[in-house]
């Protein structure tokens, strides 16, 4: 297994957030964390990465026990932001310019590899005059770039990325086009991805396999692998196989998929606070559900 983790618990003020998380990433493996928001997915990144410490639990790249270390497996934060008052370039060789390498080599380094990443000429840009989906990919350039460090592939022996909702900012189409050009350039270059969605097709089409986060504190309630392997023909989300994974991963939510309305099942409360406000339950499945598109959930 490339990558994975055993057991971990994360704790903010003594109480835990994600109790007892595993999961495993195998080389070239497409991996989807998804769970409605405030269940700790970021929480759970942040110690994958090593940004955080786990109270139990470790975290193993290629066999090798890398908990509480970062830098090694690349992360592209929910608010992945550039800085506005940079150039696109300048904004994509950060990583290596605080790693200590000279701005003049750096930017002769990066530059090769912006016409792949669909931002051929827009080097000298600022990130104001670029597309939702070019700011994106400009942020995914500069979170793969120390990957790349020291060859000019990303044929480093791991690239493991975490995205984390990469394209959840993104309108409908825009985010279609970044979720396929993520794929050939996930194949191309080798990458190991694990990713955070809260978006069931997005889940769908685009993994290997989605774990399912429910609870409080957040735990991994379901595995489900997606068939048939990757790469998938054109027709597969609009086939009745992804369908059914759809309904699959919906009802491990607790959400029932009836074709035209989605019912909820469980013990899901949508009776109002003692304060007159939605319980924090319904505000989870509402966000959750945001996502889905198609105008085919129904609360
Ligand atoms: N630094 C922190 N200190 C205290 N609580 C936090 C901190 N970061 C996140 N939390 C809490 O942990 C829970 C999970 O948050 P988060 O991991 O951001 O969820 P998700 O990414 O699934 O939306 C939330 O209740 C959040 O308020
Ligand atoms: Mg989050």
């Known amino acids: 297994m490339l990558f994975s983790c055993e057991g971990i618990t994360k704790c903010y003020n003594r109480e835990p957030v994600v109790e007892d998380i595993n999961l ?22 942040n110690v994958l990465s090593g940004v955080d410490r786990p109270e139990a639990g470790r975290v193993l790249l290629a066999g090798e026990d890398i908990t509480g270390i970062s830098g090694r497996v690349s992360y592209m934060l929910q608010k992945d ?8 370039l ?17 930017r002769e380094y990066a530059a090769p590899f912006f016409p792949r990443f669909g931002l051929g000429g827009y080097e000298n840009k600022y990130p104001r005059e670029l597309s939702g989906g070019m700011r994106q990919r400009a942020a995914l350039l500069r979170t793969c770039m120390p990957r790349t460090f020291g060859s000019h ?23 279609i086009t970044m979720q396929n050009w993520y794929q050939g350039i996930a194949a191309e270059m080798g990458l190991s ?9 997005e ?7 989605v774990y ?11 595995c489900i692998d997606i068939l048939p392997p990757r790469p998938r023909s054109r027709d597969f989300p609009i086939s009745p196989e992804f369908a059914r994974f759809k309904r699959t991963i919906l009802e491990a939510i607790g959400l029932e998929f009836t074709g035209g309305t989605t019912k ?23 966000s959750l559900t945001q996502g889905l598109g198609s105008g085919m959930i129904h609360q």
């Open 90 to 106: 300048d904004n994509v060789i950060l990583p290596l310019v605080i790693r200590g390498m000279n701005k003049g080599k750096a």
């Open 24 to 45: 495993e990433l195998f080389q070239g493996g497409f991996v989807s964390l998804l769970g409605p928001s405030g269940v700790g997915k970021t929480t759970l990144f």
């Open 153 to 175: 592939t990303f044929g480093q022996q791991n690239p493991v990325i975490l995205l984390d909702e990469p394209f959840s900012a993104l309108d409908a189409l825009t985010r």
């Open 193 to 201: 991805t694990l990713f955070i969605t809260h978006d069931v097709e």
């Open 212 to 222: 399912v986060m429910k609870g409080k504190p957040g735990r991994i309630t379901e």
């Open 81 to 88: 932001l550039l800085l506005h008052h940079r150039t696109v």
């Open 203 to 209: 889940a769908v089409s685009l993994s290997d396999r």
């Open 264 to 286: 909820k099942i469980g013990r899901i409360s949508t009776a109002p606070s003692d304060r007159g406000e939605p319980s924090r339950e319904w505000t989870a499945v509402a």
